[in-house]
């Protein structure tokens, strides 16, 4: 039996702790080595056995969880997972926290409702298992001033007996990304120039957090960014990401490409799923895409990325080597679904290079 991932849970939330340890002690790859009302008495526990993964609230007494990432990071470096309410504020809180070294970001579990604290759980174990293969990096001070079913694509849109697309000037760029992709996405998009082709993407992300993380990339690109409404056209130089805990599909009008924004089921235990963007892309826009997986854990848009390359679209992997997690493109990979494997600095490149080729 392979070691248990140790997991120390800081949250200032007596109910809030009780809460996550029954809900990680249900999956059997993980151990909660313990808890911590503060990040004072967290840093004393770190002294005596160091975790494996950090689970950490933004708000609490004494210090503040961006603070005592802040020190982790400089100091010990430890796969951290922001686990928070994530409203209004705090959704830019939490943001900040990733650019500071967190791994992923997490919506506290929703009690009362079986469903929703079922999808929770889910999210959460996935999450801690994905930091725990991460890689964090120390943090100095110029960067701070700087299991459940699991179901397929099929749950939201079904496959089609063949992909059949004639090719059009208007070109797209379907991406997908999870842990790790927030920062590699602010690489990738900030390379494409104004008349890029337009981009369709999905990172992992919680409600709230997307329109956040929008907001920050549309003021560094040069290209436009927003969080993905219904309906909202897919135009050059334009970047829509799909809002957190909603499916995004492309969808095709004459010439002119769009996106639908609709609620389903978590796709290989997520919402949104890049399944769901790459199957709409590979029946949509077919030979007139360009497919992307990025940095991630799992194997979530594998098989919608073999789909669109065998609708005729050419199809990128981001490489082990700068990725924070080999994952998802290792799965798509192995599955015969990635035309190049590229580093994350040539991405965009890459990109650029194989739709106007198309």
């Known amino acids: 039996m392979s070691k248990r991932i140790k997991v120390l849970i800081v949250d200032d939330s007596a109910v809030v702790r009780q809460t996550l340890c029954e809900l990680l002690s249900l999956d059997p ?7 911590a009302a503060d990040p004072f008495i967290a840093a004393e526990k770190i002294k005596e056995e160091v975790p494996d993964v950090l689970t950490l609230d933004v708000e609490m007494p004494r210090m503040d969880g961006i603070t005592f990432l802040q020190k982790i990071m400089s100091q010990h470096p430890i796969p951290v997972v922001i686990c928070s309410s994530l409203t209004g504020a705090g959704s830019e809180t939490a943001l900040r926290a990733i650019e500071y070294g967190a791994v ?12 929703f604290f079922e999808e929770s759980r889910i999210r959460l174990t996935d999450a801690i298992k994905a930091a725990s293969m991460a890689r964090p990096k120390r943090l100095n001070s110029m960067d701070i001033y700087r299991p459940a079913p699991k179901l397929t694509a099929d749950a939201v849109l079904s496959r089609p007996e063949k992909f059949s697309m004639v090719k059009t000037t208007e070109k797209i760029v379907a991406v997908g990304a999870s842990t790790g992709g927030t920062e590699a996405l602010k690489v990738l998009l900030e390379a494409m120039p104004p008349d890029c082709p337009g981009l369709a993407i999905v990172q992992h992300m919680p409600e709230h957090f997307t329109a956040a993380f929008a907001r920050r990339l549309n003021g560094l690109c040069a290209i436009e960014i927003k969080e993905a409404e219904d309906g909202d056209p897919i135009l050059r130089g334009r970047a829509l ?9 492309l969808k095709r009008s004459g010439a002119r490409y769009y996106v639908e924004i609709k609620n389903g089921p978590l796709v290989c235990r997520h919402r949104p ?15 007139n895409a360009v497919g992307v997986i990025m940095t991630g854990m799992g194997d979530d848009g594998a098989r919608g990325l073999l789909e669109m390359k065998e609708a005729g679209a050419f199809t990128i992997a981001q490489d082990e080597e700068s990725s924070v997690v080999f994952g998802m493109p290792k799965e798509a990979i192995k599955l015969g679904a990635v035309d190049k494997v ?17």
Do not use: W
């Open 29 to 35: 790859e993980i151990e909660v080595m313990g808890t």
């Open 104 to 115: 992923e970001v997490v919506h506290k579990p929703q009690v009362g409702v079986r469903r």
């Open 241 to 249: 990401i799909a809002p957190g805990n909603r499916h995004m599909l």
């Open 273 to 287: 799923s890049v399944d769901v963007l790459f199957r709409s892309a590979a029946r949509y826009a077919g030979c």
């Open 342 to 358: 590229a580093p994350l600095a040539s991405m965009a490149e890459t990109c650029l290079y194989e739709a106007a080729k198309k």
